[in-house]
């Protein structure tokens, strides 16, 4: 059974699952500030106001938060002291656009695309002037290193390694489909086909290989060869999804104004 466990955002997105605090947090961009929905009280509270209109979040392997912030045009990490570590805010002397969503590999690297959408206008964002040439996809590893690992997206938006994390799949939201890469042992990325003509937002993986998408319509399920399979469909058009609970069994999924819930028979990978 779906279960709406909050609603009045505007656009909520970038549900991460914190598993040792039971606790999910979530971004209302417009209204520029990241939520806390508390499982063992059912209680939503602010995590954090102002927050530089945070998009899409992270945890990584030490369970730190990961975040995309529009509003300052860089990716931050949360310390477990709640200090805040800039990860990338410039690529070669110029600022980025606004990151949009982002990944941690097994190695550390973190993993982010950087469209446009918070510098179109300042519903998201404050509306300015695109530095950058394009719309790329960035890693940077654990020593600050930034480079462009993709750099032929429209609008890159949602990401997620595969569950042997030798394939990295990243959402064209402009053109409308999802295309496959093949991860490198030097980061570097080959192939990059089109793998689905369907168009989504945030993606995620779970144990078994499957493919779970945000769409307009609610979330698209894929099998391991990326058929389709199953669709839950929502009131409100869907942004980004995730797994959590004590089992990783449970779908969190940010759609429009509302928090949706679901528990499942499938698990989910864990945050990153």
């Not at 059974?1 to 970038?14: H, K, S």
């Not at 979530?26 to 929905?37: A, C, G, Q, T, V």
């Not at 102002?50 to 945890?59: I, S």
């Given at each position: 059974?779906?279960?709406?466990?909050?609603?009045?955002?505007?656009?909520?997105?970038?549900p991460a699952y914190f598993a040792a605090g039971r606790?999910?947090?979530?971004?209302?961009?417009?209204?520029?500030?990241?939520?806390?929905?508390?499982?063992?009280?059912?209680?939503?509270?602010?995590?954090?106001?102002?927050?530089?209109?945070?998009?899409?979040?992270?945890?990584?392997?030490?369970?730190?938060?990961?975040?995309?912030?529009?509003?300052?045009?860089?990716?931050?990490?949360?310390?477990?002291?709640?200090?805040?570590?800039?990860?990338?805010?410039n690529y070669r002397g110029k600022r980025l656009n606004?990151?949009?969503?982002?990944?941690?590999?097994?190695?550390?690297?973190?993993?982010?695309?950087?469209?446009?959408?918070?510098?179109?206008?300042?519903?998201?964002?404050?509306?300015?002037?695109?530095?950058?040439?394009?719309?790329?996809?960035?890693?940077?590893?654990?020593?600050?290193?930034?480079?462009?690992?993709?750099?032929?997206?429209?609008?890159?938006?949602?990401?997620?390694?595969?569950?042997?994390?030798?394939?990295?799949?990243?959402?064209?939201?402009?053109?409308?489909?999802?295309?496959?890469?093949?991860?490198?042992?030097?980061?570097?990325?080959?192939?990059?086909?089109?793998?689905?003509?369907?168009?989504?937002?945030?993606?995620?993986?779970?144990?078994?290989?499957?493919?779970?998408?945000?769409?307009?319509?609610?979330?698209?399920?894929?099998?391991?060869?990326?058929?389709?399979?199953?669709?839950?469909?929502?009131?409100?058009?869907?942004?980004?999804?995730?797994?959590?609970?004590?089992?990783?069994?449970?779908?969190?999924?940010?759609?429009?104004?509302?928090?949706?819930?679901?528990?499942?028979?499938?698990?989910?990978?864990?945050?990153?």
């Open positions: 059974m779906v279960e709406r466990i909050f609603t009045g955002g505007r656009w909520l997105e970038g606790y999910l947090v979530f971004s209302d961009i417009p209204n520029d500030r990241i939520l806390r929905w508390d499982e063992t009280t059912n209680q939503v509270g602010v995590f954090r106001s102002p927050a530089n209109y945070t998009n899409g979040h992270t945890v990584d392997a030490q369970g730190r938060l990961v975040s995309c912030e529009q509003g300052s045009r860089r990716v931050t990490r949360t310390e477990h002291d709640g200090t805040i570590t800039v990860l990338a805010d606004s990151p949009n969503d982002v990944v941690v590999a097994a190695d550390g690297a973190v993993w982010f695309t950087d469209p446009a959408y918070g510098i179109d206008s300042d519903y998201e964002g404050f509306r300015a002037d695109q530095e950058q040439d394009g719309c790329y996809v960035f890693r940077v590893t654990p020593s600050g290193e930034l480079t462009v690992v993709a750099d032929d997206f429209a609008r890159p938006n949602g990401l997620a390694f595969t569950p042997d994390r030798s394939q990295l799949l990243i959402v064209d939201s402009q053109r409308g489909h999802l295309r496959g890469f093949s991860v490198g042992d030097d980061g570097k990325l080959s192939g990059g086909d089109v793998v689905i003509t369907d168009s989504a937002d945030g993606i995620r993986f779970d144990n078994a290989g499957r493919l779970w998408t945000g769409t307009r319509e609610g979330v698209y399920v894929y099998a391991p060869d990326l058929t389709l399979i199953g669709k839950l469909r929502l009131p409100e058009i869907t942004a980004n999804l995730c797994f959590g609970g004590p089992k990783r069994n449970q779908l969190f999924v940010t759609a429009s104004t509302s928090v949706y819930t679901l528990r499942l028979t499938a698990t989910g990978l864990p945050m990153r």
